[in-house]
């Protein structure tokens, strides 16, 4: 199934080739066709003329034909040199939506001498029309189509589409108050109201706990997640009554997401989960965010935005894990362990390992079972936080790489291999990060940078 729809937009202009802009043209869509997970659509002849745009009416069109195919971002190829001014007009009309603008890359010349294209000339046209009218885009190059670069910055900029779609507008789900002494999980709502128009959507933890309650034991979405609980993890020395209820609880906050078209949420985690409801929810947020409910901790509703961004540009097929930036390796300095209480999507676990089901291991409460333990698998990872200080924000974007340990160690952990752990820290330190932050599997960099271009956020890229 196509996950993000995209507007290509092949600009020409007369009196350069137009048959080499028409066999350029075919040459975009027929790569663009091979595409899995992105969607190109692109004007035929009964849109504009030769399925190009040469002029206002050929834009008129095009506009019309992208706003009903509702598309997340605008392709723009300049085929030959292209018209700037009707290409400006659909790029005006979709100056919300993320731009990618690349040119072609010049042909033989002609037999008296001319040149079929002069791309680039006309893409520098095309640049500094969207500058002049504080347009973001994405600049490419000057390309041919079947270029293995081109193609991956094509499908790169579809997963920042689809981030910038599902960033704008998010709505966040609040379960109960941040933790009283952690200040770091403060946020500013109306600036996330005014930036990015998001809404923050507040539940009690008393409105979840009495849906929870209200739940028959036979209900067969409680005996389905049971189920499922008990045949993906080791569950011996877990009361039966604590993975009931953890069963019920996920059908409470899957009514309250589906209720109130969450994105993401953020769950007030400890310590009322364990003296008034009786459990520990790690197990119960893991599997949230497996489901494609990025689910953070603490309350941390930045950092619930940040595991809705990375699950986005990964085109919804990778679940993040929400971490705290923890030790440094006691004979590594470059591997840090990112752990935390049990909170993991099982679908994570490592080859070597399997899942437990336990007590919270830094709460001391015997009503604390529910923390999914074990170690996530090897692998290349993406690291980010998203922070706001004085109205503005910044987005730390950097990778490491997941290493095997043979030791059983509490929680859902990792041990990450960065380049300069050092300069991580320092980082995190000067820049203002807090202690926690969300690790995906894949290196999705590129597409984060881009995502911070067309949402104004600062990238702080390492």
Not at 321 to 343: E, L, M, V
Request: aromatic share 10%; charged share 25%; glycine share 6%.
């Amino acid at each position: 199934m196509k996950k993000v729809k995209l507007g290509f937009l092949p600009s020409h202009r007369a009196p350069f080739s137009l048959d080499w802009a028409k066999q350029m043209r075919k040459r975009c869509v027929d790569v663009f066709k091979k595409f899995e997970e992105v969607e190109i659509i692109t004007p035929d002849e009964k849109v504009s003329a030769y399925g190009l745009v040469t002029d206002e009416k050929d834009a008129k069109g095009v506009i019309e034909f992208f706003a009903k195919e509702n598309i997340k971002g605008l392709v723009i190829g300049n085929m030959t040199f292209g018209e700037e001014l009707p290409l400006l007009s659909v790029a005006e009309a979709f100056c919300d939506l993320p731009i990618f603008l690349f040119g072609t890359k010049e042909g033989p010349f002609t037999a008296d001498g001319n040149r079929l294209s002069d791309s680039f000339c006309g893409t520098l046209s095309a640049s500094s029309g969207l500058y002049r009218r504080k347009i973001p885009f994405q600049f490419a190059g000057i390309v041919f189509p079947e270029d293995e670069e081109f193609k991956n910055k094509v499908e790169n900029f579809g997963r920042t589409c689809l981030a910038v779609d599902g960033f704008f507008s998010a709505r966040i789900g609040q379960v109960g108050p941040r933790p009283m002494p952690f200040e770091t999980c403060a946020i500013n709502e109306v600036t996330m109201i005014d930036t990015f128009r998001q809404r923050v959507i507040p539940v009690t933890l008393a409105e979840i706990f009495e849906e929870a309650m209200k739940l028959s034991s036979d209900d067969h979405r409680v005996r389905k997640i049971l189920a499922e609980i008990t045949s993906r993890a080791k569950c011996e020395s877990v009361p039966s009554q604590s993975l009931e209820k953890m069963a019920k609880l996920e059908v409470a906050l899957l009514d309250f997401i589906n209720r109130e078209e969450v994105s993401c949420l953020a769950v007030q985690c400890w310590t009322a989960m364990q003296t008034i409801y009786g459990i520990s929810s790690c197990l119960t947020m893991g599997r949230l965010t497996e489901q494609g409910y990025p689910t953070a901790c603490e309350v941390d509703l930045h950092g619930a935005l940040t595991m809705l961004v990375q699950y986005l540009v990964s085109l919804k097929n990778v679940p993040p894990h929400f971490i705290d930036w923890t030790i440094q390796h006691q004979d590594d300095s470059n591997k840090f362990f990112a752990w935390h209480c049990g909170n993991a999507p099982q679908c994570l676990l490592a080859k070597s390992d399997s899942v437990k089901v336990s007590k919270h291991s830094i709460l001391a409460l015997d009503n604390s079972y529910g923390t999914a333990e074990f170690q996530l698998k090897e692998g290349v990872v993406t690291l980010n936080r998203l922070v706001e200080y004085d109205g503005e924000f910044k987005f730390l974007i950097t990778k490491g790489r997941i290493v095997s340990d043979p030791r059983k160690l509490r929680g859902s952990w990792s041990w990450v291999e960065v380049d300069d752990l050092e300069e991580l820290y320092d980082t995190l330190v000067y820049e203002g990060f807090t202690h926690h932050a969300s690790m995906i599997h894949g290196d999705y960099i590129d597409s984060l940078v881009e995502f911070c271009r067309f949402t104004g956020i600062e990238p702080v890229v390492l």
